[in-house]
């Protein structure tokens, strides 16, 4: 079944489930679901938008939550980024929805967080993202550039001997924050600014043949070149597909990649992938008794031919913990259920135990997979558990800041002057 059939097949049957729930409960709690379900980012969230249905058919086979079932209410911002915010307004003030799990993207995030603070609603985000960020309405169940970006190009550094870099990534915000920090990190290291070529290209592009070969021309010194990928949704397909037609091998210029799991591979022939990154905080194929019983799971819900992925993983630690705070607090209020979740425990699928910290941000571990010809992941790397950071330290107007709900109430706390800013977002 190609991605194109399941992706509707998924958005028609998102839909009628909507439904049947709204007919069924009176009383339930309501979970706002906010991924798109069409567009160029279909590829990647129609199936956070199917974990978060099995994840809560699982929770009310247990009984539902404060003795009440979950209901989920899905929307489809269709990869429209205002359309994110109309969506999160509606969730909130006509669906009146108690928590929300959604957004991919970082634009469409941006384009969440003023609606969430305004009306004090509560945002479960499951991807990896650039940092630079800490709201008081937003868990960050994915991985800030420390449990993600700054390894991987450790990796690329001490294990792979790269020696030039090529930052290609899609025009937003994510890419070009992600990249400055690593200009940044990559400079501190000793890499010199013209062995740093940065590209960004629109949601969607298609033509890779010119930026392909400019990437080639970045290695004629004969010094070790890779490519570090912040590409987002359907343009990574012909990103890998250039790769290919040049003949370009994972050996000649690896690529490590920020956005590209187990969903988007299955969409694509890996033959000539074999041998590229990724780097996450989980893979489908960590050996361990959790993730086997999800992956059991996840099929049995959506199909065998289903894979799970990194963003999945954190929707499932998120929701669970969600769950915990709810029940500790004995409300679904967003202050209370907000300060239970800090310090919040879950299981992981890799082994070990995520803990969510008082800056809304994981501790996770850090993974580095090699692609397989099967779509999948051989594990060639993994640390311990580390904690995100809200601030990067590799900039240094965000080397000074830093985050604390708890104690300082302040998600942008400047150490130097002693003062809690706030900025507003401009996205």
């Not at 309501?30 to 969230?45: C, F, P, W």
């Not at 025009?171 to 501190?188: G, W």
């Not at 594990?379 to 558990?385: G, N």
């Amino acid at each position: 079944m190609s991605q194109f059939v399941r992706t509707m097949l998924g958005a028609a049957a998102g839909s009628l489930m909507l439904g049947t729930a709204a007919l069924a409960q009176e009383d339930t709690i309501k979970v706002g679901v906010l991924h798109s379900l069409s567009g160029t980012m279909a590829i990647s969230e129609t199936t956070l938008k199917d974990t978060m249905l099995m994840l809560i058919e699982e929770q009310n086979a247990k009984g539902g939550v404060l003795g009440k079932q979950l209901e989920a209410v899905v929307v489809d911002p269709a990869s429209d980024w205002p359309l994110f915010a109309e969506k999160a307004r509606e969730l909130l003030t006509v669906s009146e929805v108690d928590v929300m799990f959604g957004c991919w993207t970082s634009v469409s995030r941006k384009s969440v967080l003023p609606v969430i603070e305004e009306l004090n609603g509560l945002l479960f985000y499951p991807v990896q993202y650039e940092g630079e960020e800490s709201s008081k309405n937003v868990f960050y169940t994915g991985a800030a550039p420390n449990q993600q970006a700054i390894p991987a190009t450790d990796y690329y550094l001490e294990e792979l001997g790269v020696e030039k870099f090529a930052l290609l990534g899609t025009d937003y915000v994510y890419p070009r924050t992600t990249n400055n920090i690593l200009e940044s990190y990559l400079k501190d290291k000793g890499i010199a600014e013209e062995d740093i070529f940065v590209n960004y290209t629109p949601f969607g592009h298609s033509d890779w043949s010119k930026i392909v070969s400019d990437v080639v021309a970045l290695g004629a010194d004969g010094k070790k070149v890779g490519v570090i990928s912040t590409i987002n949704g359907d343009a990574n397909i012909g990103f890998y597909k250039e790769l290919a037609a040049q003949g370009i091998s994972a050996e000649d210029i690896p690529v490590v990649a920020f956005s590209v799991g187990e969903e988007e591979l299955s969409g694509l022939d890996t033959t000539n992938l074999v041998g590229h990154l990724a780097a996450w905080n989980y893979f489908q194929s960590a050996d361990t008794d959790m993730n086997a019983e999800f992956i059991e799971k996840w099929k049995g819900f959506a199909g065998e031919d289903r894979v799970t992925n990194d963003p999945m993983e954190a929707h499932y630690i998120g929701f669970n913990m969600w769950v915990n705070a709810v029940e500790e607090a004995g409300t679904t209020d967003v202050d209370a259920v907000r300060e239970a979740m800090w310090g919040q425990e879950y299981p992981n699928l890799t082994g070990g135990t995520a803990v969510m910290g008082t800056n809304h941000h994981l501790a996770k571990p850090v993974l580095i997979g090699e692609i397989l010809d099967d779509g999948q992941f051989d594990i060639i790397s993994e640390t311990d558990p580390v904690p995100g950071d809200a601030w990067t330290d590799f900039l240094p107007e965000s080397a000074v800041l830093k985050s604390d709900w708890k104690e300082l109430e302040c998600g942008m706390y400047n150490t130097d002057t002693g003062t809690c800013v706030q900025i507003e977002s401009n996205y």
